[in-house]
């Protein structure tokens, strides 16, 4: 049998890498090099926990709430639809969600290209029923290429309450430009980060095996 092919859809994690307004930038600094007496290269990183490709935990909007350690990890491994919102504009209403086929992990791009060397202060949220839809189909999981759910300039976090309500997991900041509307298999595991209020994932996509 073929090997599966693979999607990485993660961000390069760099310095410069674009991250929220006023948040910390990453950083990695050397702690050994080789060849200064040092057998090995060793080095420290600086960052925060919502840079690149992460996974939200229901602790970074809920006080109290689980932290990223203690969430099961079924919703990040498994089939998934990823759904074209590009023409959604400011926000996914429900009448843009696609039929799922019952696949519980749902994934939006919308971006035509992913603004990797800036940050937009402007992207596409997705509206609170679109979640509670999403949530009563049986999805379990809501990922996208924008940077949060909710809009910006947010503060009552619409989105991430629906989430929340429904206890659904979270993923952001995807790079989708390759990826064709679909089913998939969705690899993006979070580190288990004790007290994180989310972490950066490795994500990727895997073509589903012949039915
Ligand atoms: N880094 C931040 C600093 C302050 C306020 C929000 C963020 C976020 O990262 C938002 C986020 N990605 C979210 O889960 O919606
Ligand atoms: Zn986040
Ligand atoms: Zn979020």
Not at 79 to 102: K, M, N, S
Request: charged letters at 20%; proline letters at 8%.
């Amino acid at each position: 049998m073929a090997e599966r092919r693979i999607w990485d859809i993660s961000q390069r994690l760099r310095p410069g890498i674009p991250v929220w307004p006023g948040d910390t930038e990453f950083q990695q600094a050397g702690t050994w090099q080789m060849g200064e007496g040092s057998p090995v290269n060793v080095s420290a990183l600086t960052l925060s926990t919502h840079t690149g490709a992460h996974a939200d935990a229901p602790l970074h909007y809920a006080a109290g709430a689980p932290d990223i350690a203690s969430v099961t990890l079924e919703p990040y491994l498994g089939e998934c639809v990823v759904i074209d919102a590009r023409q959604c504009g400011d926000l996914i209403e429900p009448q843009h969600v696609v039929d799922l086929g019952g696949a519980r992990r749902v994934l939006f791009r919308s971006y035509e290209a992913f603004p990797d060397d800036r940050w937009e202060e402007l992207h596409t949220a997705i509206a609170p029923a679109t979640i509670r839809a999403l949530a009563d189909a049986g999805v379990i999981l809501v990922g996208m290429d924008g940077p949060s759910l909710d809009p910006q300039d947010s503060k009552t976090m619409d989105a991430h309450m629906a989430v929340l309500a429904a206890d659904m997991r979270v993923l952001e900041g995807l790079v989708l430009d390759d990826i064709a509307p679909g089913r998939y298999e969705l690899i993006a595991l979070p580190l288990p980060i004790v007290g994180g209020d989310a972490s950066p994932v490795r994500a990727v996509l895997r073509e589903l095996p012949d039915a």
